[in-house]
T-cell receptor, first 115, second 115 residues
């Protein structure tokens, strides 16, 4: 079956530090990959996506590259801000693998940025 | 685009009672999804609709759970004879189509607490 594994948190960084949140996946087919973010007290928001190998998704200074050879989709940001404090979820959609259209999520990584 | 709307935001009920949640998707979206999220976990897929047709159910969706989308617009999720283990956040999402190029947009969820 499909699964997503992401690094456990909380991850605590100082403002302006470099961020990496690791995400690896297992899928039957050729999935699309997503990062969603959940700010305190808010719902899940799509942060970025990639639909094929070597695609780079980017948004709000965050980037992630779809690496088929390592089955990874690591999230990076060059200089984090306090406002980036949130829970980040890696997810996949494996429609082409014959699976349901529902997303498979990782457990989430709680990111805390200190001023 | 008013976003995905869920009602109520919070529901507290006694074990054994029935509860019903409502989801209003983004108006032009024909796909609607239900997920369940417990503390410290990522959302888990329950079921989804394309228009009024329920196309897939997860094995997580026991016989006590039923979902409907009678006119292809809003959807309801009913839980009968609630149990302690049903305590969770129930999330609804909608999309304009299938796959990675039509990402899912999430509501803020309904938090269910079973006393």
């Amino acid at each position: 079956g499909n699964s997503v594994t992401q690094m456990e948190g909380p991850v605590t960084l100082s403002e302006e530090a470099f961020l990496t949140i690791n995400c690896t996946y297992t899928a039957t087919g050729y999935p699309s990959l997503f990062w969603y973010v959940q700010y305190p007290g808010e719902g899940l928001q799509l942060l970025l996506k990639a639909t094929k190998a070597d695609d780079k998704g980017s948004n709000k200074g965050f980037e992630a590259t779809y690496r088929k050879e390592t089955t990874s989709f690591h999230l990076e940001k060059g200089s984090v801000q306090v406002s980036d404090s949130a829970v980040y979820f890696c997810a996949l959609s494996d429609l082409n693998g014959g699976g349901a259209d529902g997303l498979t999520f990782g457990k989430g990584t709680h990111l805390i940025i200190q001023p | 685009d008013t976003g995905v709307s869920q009602d109520p935001r919070h529901k507290i009920t006694k074990r054994g009672q029935n509860v019903t949640f409502r989801c209003d998707p983004i108006s032009e979206h024909n796909r609607l999804y239900w997920y369940r999220q417990t503390l410290g976990q990522g959302p888990e897929f329950l079921t989804y609709f394309q228009n009024e047709a329920q196309l897939e159910k997860s094995r997580l969706l026991s016989d006590r759970f039923s979902a409907e989308r009678p006119k292809g617009s809003f959807s309801t999720l009913e839980i009968q004879r609630t149990e302690q283990g049903d305590s969770a956040m129930y999330l609804c999402a909608s999309s304009a189509g299938a796959g990675g190029n039509q990402p899912q947009h999430f509501g803020d969820g309904t938090r269910l607490s079973i006393l």
